[in-house]
């Protein structure tokens, strides 16, 4: 069982930045892949970023490819997402999900979810 809590959400200007975590409870959260996802108002959750277990590898969505970073710290059983040069089509609730394998892309794939985080990207 992964418990996951989302955090670092907020208003930011178009061009800004923020970074969101991720705190895992459980002792087995560096066995399991972990995902960003998104979704917007009467849109359908999307995939925004993917990192392995270990960290090595990631994968991420063209939408938010070179803007955003995933990372991942398992000493401190913690995900992040760094995102850099924000528009407002970025605007979403952020969810982090775990899943048992690596680059998987579909929600319906991960087995456990965060709360999310709201993402506002406005002037």
């Known amino acids: 069982q992964v418990q996951l809590v989302e955090s670092g959400g907020g208003l930011v200007q178009p061009g800004g930045s923020l970074r969101l975590s991720c705190a895992a409870s459980g002792r087995t959260f560096s066995r399991y892949a972990m995902g960003w996802f998104r979704q917007a108002p009467g849109k359908e959750r999307e995939f925004v970023a993917v990192?392995?277990?270990?960290?090595?590898?990631?994968y991420y969505a063209d939408s938010v490819k070179g803007r955003f970073t995933i990372s991942r710290d398992n000493a401190k059983n913690t995900v992040y997402l760094q995102m850099n040069s924000l528009k407002p089509e970025d605007t979403a609730v952020y969810y982090c999900?775990?899943?048992?394998?690596?680059?998987?892309?579909?929600?319906?794939?991960?087995?456990?979810w965060g709360q999310g985080t709201q993402v506002t990207v406005s002037s």
């Open positions: 990192i392995s277990w270990s960290g090595s590898s990631t």
């Open positions: 999900a775990a899943d048992t394998l690596y680059g998987r892309t579909q929600p319906r794939e991960y087995d456990y």
